[in-house]
């Protein structure tokens, strides 16, 4: 799909550590990640301008309003509906959609 290097977590350490000690350019997050939620980290990650995409296999309805604005697949998803998920994070990030 055209992105270079894909890393993954499967605990909230090791996406604690890969914010931690690399520049992340478009994160895809499940919502629940083992016991504990990703909603901190792609908080920060959105403030130091890292596209965010959460994932999850409850509907968003039913997660509340925790996830605020941030686009949402719920699973499971196709590959078509990944592809254009990512694709709108890369237009996102060249400024072509976030020209404000």
């Known amino acids: 799909m055209g992105f270079g290097e894909i890393r993954f977590a499967s605990d909230l350490c090791q996406a604690e550590a890969l914010v931690r000690d690399m520049s992340i350019?478009?994160?895809f997050l499940d919502v629940h990640l083992g016991m504990s939620t990703t909603l901190?980290?792609?908080?920060a990650?959105?403030?130091?301008g890292t596209h965010v995409v959460f994932t999850s296999?409850?509907?968003r309805d039913e997660l509340g309003d925790r996830?605020?604005?941030f686009p949402f697949l719920k699973?499971?998803?196709s590959t078509?509906?990944?592809?254009i998920a990512l694709e709108d994070a890369r237009v996102d990030q060249h400024g072509s959609l976030a020209a404000e």
């Open 57 to 59: 296999g409850y509907d």
């Open 45 to 48: 990650l959105a403030k130091s």
């Open 75 to 77: 699973k499971p998803f």
């Open 67 to 69: 996830l605020g604005d």
């Open 80 to 83: 078509g509906e990944l592809s």
């Open 40 to 43: 901190d980290i792609a908080m």
């Open 25 to 27: 350019d478009v994160a």
